[in-house]
């Protein structure tokens, strides 16, 4: 064959073999544009935590000794009663729960100058004596919740000398507690006042109850691999009167509050304790219902809906596409879902449905699937085989996922905050969740957003002080 002619049939065979061979078909179709920008709005129902509070006595009672620790009373004029006292606090203050009240037991010790005689003509013919002595003065005190703090209302009960030193009036022996008790009681409500003050003073929670709750408030990673967080938004604080329970001081804190799951980077805090209000309600609600949003980006929808579709192939014999990238984001009410496929065709296809949940299944799916206008039309010219049977509708399969495992996983996550958790020293999570209920989807044009409730007993206990 001559040269020419074998240079002609060479260029044919360089431009038919991969005609003939090749079935690899490129798509363009139209990307439907996402819908604008603009804020995330969502509704957000209440939930509400119960909090209660237990105060030891044992620790009242330290902050009360650190409290009082200076000169309780004092008398230095003379002239009056022919009686000068000062009384201190010989030792530490007890306190232990009496019939419902507080019994507050308070060791003095007294100094005491008695004067007797008279001063007659300008002759002084007084005779003064001091002494030293120790007692206890029992008193018993209501306990009151009032803006933010715990009040008492003492009473004094009686005062027990452990010594009775006397002095000789008029050639009788007179003890000298005979003489100076009467002033005491007249001064009874000084030490009534100093122990009201010392309690009130160490018994502003106000500080470690908002301390506590900004920690609560703290978005936490529930789910490392999803990236998903819990963020408790405060809105008011509710609160029972104080009881006296054994050897603590009870009282019931509810916390009204929005809940929010978030997928993606740790969200900021919305906690703002200068708008935290205390309002008194009479009871709380012994059961918990936690109304709790989860909020997913379509970007990390995205992430998930992409390793559902890792490793399978769509259609049959030689006309097979694998999905290597899902994108999902919101058009019209409608979620579009952008799948780039590799194969026998390759480009993006683009679908879109209406995101449904069955609770029968515990599954989130798409109703109306089916791919966009444009795509259809393209693939009815380049690719009927994916626009039709089998492969649409497997494909349509991979679409929908159960997120019963992410409702288990996500309980067990949250289960493991609700055991003695403590966020903070002497701030204890505990509680049980007995179900998890899905409730609706709404979409914004930013995130897909799903309603959860959650039935259970939460609570944040404050023990210790």
């Known amino acids: 064959m001559p040269t020419f002619f074998r240079s002609i049939l060479l260029f044919f065979l360089l431009i038919l073999i991969p005609l003939g061979c090749s079935t690899t078909q490129k798509i363009e179709a139209l990307k439907p544009e996402p819908d604008d920008a603009s804020p995330l709005l969502y509704d957000n129902a209440t939930s509400y935590i119960n909090i209660p509070v237990k105060i030891k006595l044992k620790d009242i009672e330290n902050q009360t000794n650190k409290t009082l620790t200076v000169l309780i009373y004092e008398d230095t004029n003379i002239e009056d009663d022919d009686l000068e006292m000062k009384i201190w606090k010989l030792a530490p203050i007890t306190l232990e729960n009496a019939n419902g009240k507080i019994k507050t037991v308070l060791p003095l010790k007294a100094f005491v100058k008695y004067r007797i005689g008279t001063n007659k003509l300008g002759i002084d013919l007084y005779n003064t004596k001091e002494f030293n002595f120790n007692g206890n003065v029992t008193l018993l005190s209501d306990i009151h919740l009032t803006n933010w703090k715990l009040s008492t209302n003492t009473e004094f009960k009686s005062l027990d000398w452990n010594e009775s030193p006397s002095v000789t009036v008029l050639g009788k022996a007179v003890p000298i507690t005979y003489l100076i008790n009467p002033t005491i009681r007249l001064f009874k409500s000084k030490i ?260 959860i409730k959650v039935n259970g007993d939460v609570s944040v206990s404050v023990d210790g002080y």
């Open 192 to 451: 009534e006042k100093s122990i009201d003050a010392a309690i009130a003073k160490s018994m502003d929670f106000k500080p470690n109850v908002l301390d506590a709750l900004e920690k609560i408030c703290t978005p936490f990673e529930m789910n490392e691999t999803y990236e998903s967080w819990l963020r408790v938004v405060p809105q008011e604080l509710y609160t029972t009167d104080a009881k006296l329970q054994a050897a603590s001081i009870a009282f019931e804190m509810g916390l009204k509050c929005t809940m929010e799951t978030l997928v993606g980077q740790k969200p900021a805090s919305q906690f703002d304790r200068t708008k935290i209000i205390l309002k008194p309600v009479a009871k709380m609600p012994e059961h918990v219902t936690a109304n709790i949003v989860a909020v997913s980006t379509y970007e990390q929808a995205s992430k998930i809906m992409t390793k559902n579709f890792a490793g399978q192939e769509f259609g049959s014999g030689s006309k097979k596409v694998t999905v290597q990238n899902v994108s999902i984001w919101h058009k019209n009410d409608k979620m579009i879902i952008a799948l780039d496929v590799l194969g026998s065709v390759n480009g993006t296809i683009y679908l879109n449905g209406f995101p449904q949940y069955s609770d029968a299944t515990k599954e989130v799916y798409f109703d109306q699937l089916d791919y966009v206008l444009d795509t259809k039309s393209k693939l009815m010219k380049t690719a009927n085989w994916l626009a039709h049977g089998y492969a649409l509708e497997k494909i349509r399969q991979s679409c929908r996922y159960s997120i019963q495992p992410n409702l288990e996983e996500g309980k067990a996550s949250m289960q493991k905050y609700l055991k003695n958790y403590s966020p903070m020293p002497g701030v204890f999570v505990n509680g049980s969740l007995k179900d998890i209920q899905f409730q609706r989807i709404q979409l914004t044009n930013k995130a897909i957003i799903a309603f």
